[in-house]
Structure formats: C-alpha cells, structure tokens
C-alpha cells in the first residue's frame, strides 16, 4: 500500500494545491471524516469548513478554507473540487471580515430561500471559515 | 488632382488611426494573455467534474434521475449565445450571430419553438430586431471581473430556474472556442438535458456515494451547467481577446499601406505642380527672348 496519494484542490478558477499528501480531514455533508492511503474509493458532498492537510514529508498541518463543493476519493487519488479555496497563508483577515459584515447585511435586508439568499449565505460562511482558520496558532 | 493639403491632412489622420489601433492591439495581447491563463486554470476543474458526473450518470437510470438527464420530449429550444460587450474584433461576434440566426431558422421551420439569452452586448444589439420577443434574458458586462461565482449567480441561476418553472426543454450554448490567437472555433454545447459520456470507466471499482447516489447527482448536474457555462465564458473571453488583436494588427498594417500609397501620391502630386511650374517659367523666358 502506498504512503502516499496525489491531492488536488480544485476550483472553477484554479487548480490550489496539487501535490503528494498522506492523510486529509475534510469536511462532509455527513460529517467529518479523514482520509488515509488506500481509501475505499468513495464519492461526497462538502459542506464549507476546514480542510486539513498533512503533505508527504511535512510534519506540520496545512489548513485550508473551502466552500461547499465535493470530494472523490479514489485508491491512488484525492480530489477535492469546491467553489472556492484559499490556504491558511493567502487568506486575508481584513477581507474576510469585510466579507462577512457584508454578506451578513445583505442576508438581512432580503427574503430567505431564494437564490441570491443562497449565495450571499454561501459567502457568509466562507468567510466564517476562513476568519476562523487565520485564527488559528501556526 | 487633388490638392496637396488634402493629402497632407489624409496622410496625419491615417497616421493617427494607426496609433489607435495599434494601442488597442497592445491592449488586446495584454488582455489575451489574462484570458488565457483563466481559461487554462479553468480546464482541470470543469474536467474533475465531467468525469465525476460521467462516473455517476452510467449507474442511475437517466429515465428515473434528475430532470436534467431525462431525454428531452418537448420542442422548445433555449440558446444561450455568448458574443462580446464590445466590436472591433473582426468577426468574432458576426460568427457567432449568423450561427444563431440560421439556427433559429431551422428549428422554427422543423416545429420547435426558439427562446435566446443573450450573454454581451453586441449579439442582442444586432438581433434584437430580427429575433424580438424571443429574447428571454439579457446579460451584459460580465466579462469584467469575471468569477466562477458571478457567472454562476447572473447566467446559471436563470437558466436553472426557467427551467425548473418549464419554460423550455433543451438548452444549448453557443460560443468561439479559442484555439489560438489567430483562430477560435464555433462550439456548439448542449447542457439541459445534460449529455454526459457514461463510458467513463471508474478506476478501483465503484465508488461509494455518500450520501445516495441520487442526492449526489442532483446537486452535482446543476453544478455541472454552472461549470460549463462559466467554462463558454472563459473561453468566449479568451476567443474575443484573440480576435481583437488579430483584427487590430491587420488594421496596423492597413493603414501603414495606406500611409505609403498617399504619401507616393502626395510627393508626384508635389513634383507635378513643381514641373507646371517650371514650365511656365521657362514659358515665360522664351517668349520674353523672341
């Protein structure tokens, strides 16, 4: 069994993270679950939270924010595919709370359930995620 | 003969168009080179899920899945047709808008009832008149900061929803796929109902679905238009960028053989009154000595 599986992240806009990874935790529809080398293959949903990354021969943790999106896990393969992803590194903490006051206004000021409450909720939580993650002790 | 003022003021204003254009042409590569990364980094992600989506259709029962797999009964027809906000980039709209014309054309006279959404300005501006209120919805300036997001919110989500309320059955994209600077292909995309390659052969068995196949699906073919239109716009984008630059080094070398063409004439036109001139003096002389 390999040590290892190809990860990659992926975005509409852009391939994030690509590389050999030894174990994932992500975050699914139903619950959190990890994923170690020689994974049943499986396929589900996300919800937006924390990914978290342990790279081949890297001791340390790599935190990620994603929004909702899906994960297919293969034997040899991880690939997580979400509308948007930014490590712990890109994410800018000013921008975020922006963000968030402004999704959060908005969510306010329209009715519940239509389309454009879905987005701007969307919005809200990701932003969420990624205060919370900028947040954390490196 | 015209006169050499004339000229003079032809030759600066020829001279100033070819620096316009040549700006818009710097403009343009500038522009082009963006686009083309976007529509590059967009490629593995609509991939991942068309393979996903392939994987998933081949074990669910198109009759029985989504609506947006079944097989199409009714005859009425969405075209989506992505053209550019802005001209002046050869015939990169005028493609997309004959297409559609003579699209429109068949399906009517075959029995199908035709609907157009316009994504840019310049296809609904020249269409507007011939297609009237088949124009469903009109979309303009996206192509300015363009996000996965915007495209999904503007364009995708009223395309879903139509859908969802049965205002049409089939939905097909119309846009210039870039092949390269100098040439972009007319795509044709049929995305409602979805036709997905269900020969996709799953790697290490089959996967398991969590939660059920089905849920999976269904979240996953709405996201699958989304994908493929911001995929039509990406490209349309890169394509439109393509085309301006082309048409606007043609443009640069046109009106740099104009330049020379009027300046040849401006110098014969010159040495011509020169010569009358001469003429007349030597005239002049000679007839003084008889």
Redesign the interface.
């Given at each position: 069994m390999a040590a290892t599986f190809q990860l990659?992240v992926?975005?509409?806009?852009?391939?994030v993270i690509s590389g050999k990874a030894s174990y994932v935790s992500a975050p699914?529809?139903?619950g959190r679950f990890g994923v170690l080398p020689g994974h049943?293959?499986?396929?589900?949903?996300l919800t937006a939270g924390e990914l978290t990354i342990t790279m081949q021969g890297e001791g340390a943790e790599q935190h990620v924010a994603l929004s909702s999106g899906?994960v297919?896990?293969?034997?040899?393969r991880v690939?997580v595919?979400v509308?948007?992803a930014l490590e712990k590194s890109q994410i800018n903490r000013e921008e975020a709370v922006r963000e968030e006051k402004e999704a959060t206004a908005k969510l306010a000021g329209i009715p519940q359930g239509g389309?454009?409450a879905v987005?701007w909720s969307k919005?809200c939580d990701f932003a969420k995620i990624c205060l919370q993650i900028a947040q954390l002790p490196n | 003969m015209a006169n050499l003022k004339s000229l003079r003021n032809r030759i600066r204003s020829v001279k100033n168009t070819r620096q316009i254009t040549k700006a818009m042409k710097m403009v343009s590569a500038a522009k082009l080179r963006r686009s083309q990364e976007?529509a590059q980094?967009?490629r593995?992600?609509?991939q991942?899920?068309r393979r996903?989506i392939g994987a998933?259709a081949a074990q669910v029962d198109p009759q029985s899945g989504p609506a947006l797999m079944v097989p199409a009964k009714g005859k009425r027809v969405e075209l989506v047709m992505f053209t550019a906000d802005r001209g002046l980039c050869g015939s990169f709209n005028s493609a997309v808008i004959r297409a559609v014309r003579s699209k429109v054309a068949s399906l009517e006279e075959s029995g199908h009832t035709v609907t157009v959404t316009c994504v840019g300005r310049k296809g609904h501006d020249v269409l507007k008149r011939q297609l009237k209120s088949r124009v469903r919805r009109v979309h303009t300036g996206l192509t300015k900061n363009l996000?996965?997001?915007r495209a999904?919110?503007v364009v995708t989500?009223h395309l879903l929803?139509d859908f969802a309320n049965g205002e049409f059955d089939v939905c097909i994209l119309v846009y210039n796929t870039f092949k390269s600077a100098l040439s972009i292909e007319l795509t044709w995309k049929q995305v409602i109902p979805m036709t997905v390659d269900t020969r996709e052969e799953?790697?290490?068995?089959?996967?398991?679905?969590?939660?059920e196949e089905s849920?999976?699906l269904a979240?996953?073919l709405p996201h699958g238009v989304s994908?493929q239109v911001?995929h039509a716009l990406v490209e349309s984008d890169a394509s439109e960028q393509g085309a301006r630059m082309t048409a606007m080094d043609n443009a640069v070398r046109n009106a740099g053989d104009m330049i020379r063409k009027l300046g040849i004439k401006y110098n014969r036109t010159r040495q011509a009154a020169i010569t009358t001139e001469l003429m007349e003096i030597i005239g002049g002389a000679e007839s003084l000595k008889g």
């Open positions: 990659d992926v975005t509409p806009e852009r391939l699914g529809k139903d049943t293959p499986f396929v589900s949903l899906y297919e896990v293969t034997n040899e690939t595919l509308q948007r389309l454009e987005t919005r | 976007r980094s967009a593995p992600y609509s991942h899920i996903m998933l996000t996965f997001e999904d919110a989500s929803a799953v790697r290490g068995g089959a996967p398991e679905y969590e939660p849920d999976v979240e996953l994908v911001f």
